[in-house]
């Protein structure tokens, strides 16, 4: 099967929308021990009108007739059954550059290193690599993702944190399929099989 990368953020997003199986490592160069874990990562396409984008050009004090759209994005731990935790989530707004779609800014209310809104710049390579940098008031980071396939993507991250420690992170994410889609997959094994 062919896959055909986002080239655009809410391309991305679109692409994104679901419920993400999520196996990350975190490596900090300042210690020992190397942190891991699974969790479940919720996304969501939202309209340019939402009040979520709204209250996030609100607050960094950007024009909405610039925004494209957004995201929201939620994490819980992976066999919790209530609704994710406020507190583990960000609403993530697309603007992007009229002179290349490609390329933009992406605004969120909660910064994945500081958990202060923020403003971050983002591109897509030829290959439908999305890089996003991001200047926090203390850090610097650096986020990579890609789809593998259109239900397989890989993310990394690095951080230089103006204390000279850096962290790097890998994330490995698979789509979750409900149980009716599951059995539809199967069904069409077998037709194949047949």
């Known amino acids: 099967m062919l896959l055909i990368p986002p080239m655009t953020m809410m391309d991305f997003f679109r692409k994104s929308e679901g ?4 196996q990350r490592t975190v490596h ?14 919720i996304v ?18 950007v024009d909405p007739a610039k925004v494209s759209g957004g995201a929201s994005f939620a994490w819980q ?10 507190d583990y989530a960000a609403i993530l707004v697309d603007i ?42 203390r850090n610097q980071g650096q986020e990579r993702c890609w789809f593998v396939t259109d239900n397989f993507r890989v993310r990394v991250t690095t951080v230089k944190m103006m204390n000279g420690v850096n962290l790097m992170g890998y994330c490995s994410e698979r789509r ?17 099989n047949d």
């Open 44 to 61: 969501k396409v939202l309209d340019k009108n939402d009040q979520r984008v709204l209250a996030v050009c609100l607050e960094l004090g």
């Open 28 to 41: 900090r160069f300042d210690s020992l021990a190397d942190e891991s874990g699974i969790s479940n990562l």
């Open 176 to 192: 979750c399929v409900s149980p009716s889609q599951l059995s539809q997959l199967i069904e069409q094994n077998q037709l194949k």
């Open 19 to 22: 419920i993400w199986f999520s």
């Open 96 to 137: 992007p550059y009229s002179s290349n779609p490609r390329e933009g800014k992406f605004l969120r209310n909660r910064g994945y290193v500081e958990g202060i809104p923020v403003v971050s710049a983002y591109h897509f390579s030829d290959d439908g690599v999305l890089t996003i940098e991001t200047e926090y008031e």
């Open 77 to 86: 731990d992976n066999l919790e059954e209530k609704d994710p935790n406020p």
